[in-house]
């Protein structure tokens, strides 16, 4: 997620839907990690990874979300 994207607007992304999209361009769940669920792909060869919040519910959802 781009730092520019106010933080209301981050809070009101759903999560369900962002499950969604990377499942739908081939990333996989790859396990858990404090609160978060890591996915991977490969990407230009190498390994990618991302940690998505495991709850829109978190105080810090929008902060996870803009750490993209």
Same mark, same amino acid.
């Given at each position: ?6 933080a209301g607007e981050l809070a009101s992304i759903d999560l369900a839907g962002v499950v969604t999209y990377l499942r739908a ?30 709850? *829109?519910? /978190? #105080?810090?959802?929008? *902060?996870? /979300? #803009?750490?993209?």
């Open positions: 997620m781009r730092a520019g994207v106010p361009t081939g990333w996989r769940e790859t396990g858990t990690y404090v609160r978060t669920v890591i996915w991977t792909r490969t990407v230009d060869g190498s390994d990618a990874e991302v940690l998505v919040p495991d709850s *829109a519910e /978190l #105080r810090d959802y929008a *902060a996870r /979300l #803009r750490s993209w």
